[in-house]
Structure formats: C-alpha cells, structure tokens
C-alpha cells in the first residue's frame, strides 16, 4: 500500500527562524511529489517535482527531492506569521494522489 | 468560473440521512477529483473523473458513497444513510491533465463542504 509521512507533525517557531519540514514515501509508481500549504480549507498548489526537477525555489520557501532515499524536504527562511498553516506533502498522479497526515506549523510573533 | 466551487460550505445532518454534495470545477478543466479529509488527517482519496472516461472509484470507503459528473461538469457527491464516521471535510479538485504532459497536474481545490453527522 503505498504510503506518505510526514515529520513532525507540528511544529511552533518564533517569527524570523527557518524551518524545514520532512516527507518521506513508499509508493509502487512514484510520479512525482507535491506540496501544498492548507491554511483554512482549500489546500493551494506550492511545489511539484519530479524525476527531472528535484530542486524548486520560490522566494524563501524551497523543496528538494530525494529519489535515491524516498523523501523530500520543504524549507522556509525568514518565517512570517503568514507562513503559519498545514503543510501538506502528496505523492503519486495524475490519477490520484496520496498525502500526508501533514505538518501544522505556528509561526510566533 | 474562476475557482472550483463546492457547496454547501457546511451542512450538519441527521445519522442515517441521505447527503449531496456539489462541486462546480474550473471550466475547461477535463478532470476532477473527491477526497476527504478527517480531523487532523491528511486527504484521502475517494473518486476521479477524467473526460468521458469509466470514473476511477477505488477511493469510496463504501457502497453508501457515489458520485456522477454530468457533461463533463459539474459532479455530485452522493452519501446515503450517513454515519457519524462520515463526518469530515470533503474537497473537490479539478486540473487540465494533457495526456501527453502527465506531469503537469497540479490541482486546484476548492474550499470544501465540512460535513458533520449528528
């Protein structure tokens, strides 16, 4: 069965830190990995990779795959309280997608 | 539209009642998916339709759940004699999924209907 976690599952840092957030897979047909960041409700679309983009940067966030290991990691410098929300990591498509329990991160004025 | 647009946003039932759910889906996009998502859960898969193809059901827990997408559209989630255990977040998601590009499906998801079962 394939399968995604995440670590840790939650995590409350004070504004200004960088965090770094973990995903690790088991998966029958890896595709590709995504993240999402879900901050009330509709999950929104951060960052996808795949066997010919391991490494993506947008701003202070960054996500770099692990193909030989089966894990990625999620990275935020500079927090902001803005950056507080679930982070969630999927694994697999186009057909469907499995996801983490994800990872609730606080960031503290 | 502009987004994927679920209603109701919330709806609180009564054990045993029938339920539906409604997902209106990004015009043009020709896939959509259902998942749902417990308290402090991940998402979870439950059904995708892509085009006019048979629906990849895999996902429904039971035979109490379905779903239709008429014309291509709009999609109804139906769940029949609701259980407490139904209670969760159900998201729909809708991509443009180009069969010769499989890896360009990030989705786009809509904000949910919170479903509680009393």
């Known amino acids: 069965e394939d399968k995604v976690v995440q670590s840790p599952l939650s995590l409350v840092v004070h504004e200004g830190d960088t965090v770094t957030l973990n995903c690790s897979y088991e998966?029958?047909?890896?595709?590709?990995l995504l993240w999402y960041k879900q901050e009330k409700k509709a999950p929104t679309f951060l960052f996808m990779l795949?066997?010919?983009?391991i490494e993506k940067k947008s701003g202070r966030l960054s996500s770099i795959l692990d193909k030989k290991e089966l894990f990625s990691i999620l990275n935020i410098t500079a927090t902001q309280t803005g950056d507080s929300a679930v982070y969630l990591c999927?694994?697999?498509?186009?057909?469907?997608?499995?996801f983490g329990q994800g990872t609730r991160l606080t960031i503290n004025p | 539209g502009a987004g994927v647009s679920q209603s109701p946003s919330n709806k609180v039932t009564e054990k045993g009642k029938d339920v539906e759910l409604r997902c209106d889906p990004i015009?043009?996009?020709?896939?959509l998916y259902w998942y749902r998502q417990s308290l402090g859960q991940g998402l979870e898969f439950l059904i995708y339709?892509?085009?006019?193809?048979?629906?990849?059901k895999s996902g429904l827990p039971s035979d109490r759940f379905s779903a239709e997408r008429t014309g291509g559209s709009v999609s109804t989630l139906t769940i029949q004699r609701t259980q407490q255990e139904d209670s969760a977040v159900y998201l729909c998601?809708?991509?443009?999924?180009?069969?010769?590009?499989?890896?360009?499906?990030?989705?786009?998801f809509g904000s949910g209907t919170r479903l509680t079962v009393v």
């Open positions: 339709f892509q085009g006019n193809s048979a629906p990849d």
């Open positions: 999927a694994v697999g498509g186009p057909q469907k997608l499995v």
């Open positions: 795949t066997s010919s983009g």
């Open positions: 015009s043009g996009h020709t896939a």
């Open positions: 998966v029958t047909n890896f595709r590709s």
């Open positions: 998601a809708s991509s443009s999924v180009p069969r010769d590009h499989p890896t360009s499906y990030g989705y786009t």
